[in-house]
């Protein structure tokens, strides 16, 4: 949960995170690429209950990489007026030398006369954290024909008790600033079923909800590609809530399982199936076997994703799995388990990456306990997880190559079968012949050259039978250049795939290349 909402009480008269201001903090991408000059929001939150001014804004900023003297700029006379339910201004904060910074931003704001000053927030109890960013050298590596690109994520249209996310034209803005080619805005099924104003009270129409996010994409700028999207609670073969991301649906998908308005009133919506059944849109599983409490299962009636909830014999099966989630953590180490005893079996999904961000540029704010206290941390950032898809495939019905990335190019190739997940370093493949070449590059500011680049191949027993298990090929390199093409022959493979580390731990994964046919 991010973005913290610290006004809702639940009718209550009380809460410890209540204050008659609006929530006023300041965000900033985690990283800028050569070109782009850093800049950072002050995001005001609330304001149409409690009017205020941003009068001024300080930053301190401290150089990680380099031994120099901390410097202050001032931004005197914002005089920002905030009266609306959502504001982000923004704020350039002039050129930066290529490197790692933390930047403590200090804002003064007035509110009926009164004057306050607060570091980065104004959230109760909650100790302020410096943003964190880096002023790239080089531009990220990325193969030519493919386009990289943030699949989980939420604007503002996902907002109730606890959480709320950014702008479309924030987030777009800040997926100029990170390299990103496109985003899959994948706003709650639920929320856009609710009002704003009040997150208890249906909004007359969901749908109706679903299209006004498609009108403010379509009024902002071509590029970066923005798409909406959508998570959508469903219910697994056990009857439980799992969430399904889908990339660019026509129209509004219905999942209101487990938002937390019916409290134990809280059965599926819908069955997967019957989901995968409404669109031709392009889906996968979210954060399939990510851990939870039992106070969470209980309340929401959350469950894991299972092989049969894919419906992968179904005309319109589940594309692909989102394992990593911004961080790898045991529900990274469980879904990619899981991944590759799907490959196992004979089923190609494409592994996903994407950060599940409220806004959240720079670091998460949530709500830890409701009504009590928050928490930060920086495990779900926009854009730091990446999904690089190919593009430049030949597709059978327009007898074209794939060049511009549009929504409908975009769709086209998931239905294909290349691509890589990275949180830093270029990873991917191409066949040639009897072999599948895997090439894996790397800059300075990514660690420069790898820990390790390991092929893992499954290999074709007699019969046709496949190995139970996945080994990891002979042609694996330790401690690797920054850019390396290793050849694999992958005669007597069912599939061959690869992973990669580079020596400051970003790390990259590859789809399943298939062999053997």
Not at 294 to 310: M, P, S, V
Request: aromatic share 12%.
């Amino acid at each position: 949960m991010h973005y913290a909402e610290t006004h809702f009480k639940f009718r209550l008269p009380w809460s410890l995170l209540y204050r008659p201001w609006p929530e006023i903090f300041t965000d900033a991408p985690f990283q800028f690429v050569p070109g782009k000059t850093p800049l950072l929001w002050i995001v005001v939150r609330d304001a149409h209950r409690f009017p205020a001014t941003v009068n001024s804004l300080e930053i301190s900023i401290r150089r990680l990489d380099e031994n120099c003297p901390d410097e202050t700029r001032r931004f005197d006379h914002l005089d920002l007026k905030a009266d609306q339910p959502f504001h982000f201004f923004p704020v350039g904060i002039g050129a930066l030398d290529p490197g790692l910074y933390e930047i403590f931003p200090k804002v003064t704001a007035s509110r009926n006369g009164k004057e306050r000053t607060f570091q980065r927030w104004n959230f109760p109890g909650l100790k302020p954290s410096p943003l964190k960013i880096q002023i790239l050298r080089h531009e990220l590596p990325k193969p030519e024909g493919y386009a990289a690109g943030e699949m989980h994520c939420h604007t503002y249209y996902s907002a109730d008790h606890v959480e709320y996310g950014a702008s479309p034209a924030v987030m777009q803005q800040a997926a100029e600033s990170i390299g990103l080619d496109f985003v899959n805005f994948t706003d709650h099924a639920y929320d856009f079923a609710f009002a704003v104003d009040d997150y208890t009270k249906e909004a007359p129409s969901a749908s109706a909800r679903f299209q006004n996010l498609k009108d403010e994409i379509a009024a902002l700028p071509a590029k970066p590609l923005l798409i909406a999207g959508e998570e959508i609670s469903a219910g697994n073969s056990k009857g439980e809530n799992v969430h399904m991301t889908a990339l660019g649906p026509a129209s509004y998908l219905p999942g209101l399982g487990d938002c937390g308005r019916y409290w134990l009133n809280n059965r599926p919506t819908l069955p997967i199936g019957r989901i995968l059944e409404m669109t031709d849109a392009p889906c996968f599983a979210a954060h399939p076997l990510q851990q939870m409490g039992a106070l969470e299962k209980f309340i929401f009636r959350r469950g894991y994703w299972k092989t049969a909830d894919l419906h992968l014999d179904a005309r319109h099966p589940v594309r692909g799995i989102q394992f990593w989630n911004g961080i790898r953590d045991e529900g990274f180490k469980l879904g990619r388990a899981w991944w590759i005893d799907e490959l196992g079996k004979g089923n190609f999904l494409l592994p996903i990456g994407g950060n599940d961000a409220h806004g959240d540029l720079n670091d998460t704010t949530f709500v830890r306990l409701p009504l009590f206290s928050l928490g930060n941390n920086r495990h779900h950032v926009f854009g730091r997880v990446r999904t690089v898809i190919k593009f430049g495939i030949r597709n059978s019905e327009f007898g074209v190559m794939e060049g511009e990335t549009t929504p409908e190019a975009l769709k086209r190739a998931f239905a294909g079968d290349n691509c890589y997940i990275t949180d830093g370093p270029a990873l991917w493949w191409d066949r040639d012949g009897d072999t599948v070449k895997f090439h894996a590059q790397s800059t300075q500011d990514l660690g420069g050259g790898f820990r390790y680049i390991r092929i893992y191949g499954r290999r074709i027993l007699a019969g046709g039978k496949w190995a139970a298990k996945e080994e990891i090929c002979p042609e694996s390199l330790v401690a690797a250049s920054q850019n390396e093409t290793v050849t694999v022959h992958s005669s007597g493979y069912a599939y061959l795939r690869a992973e990669c580390e580079t020596a400051k731990g970003r790390f990259a994964m590859t789809s399943a290349a298939k062999c053997g046919e």
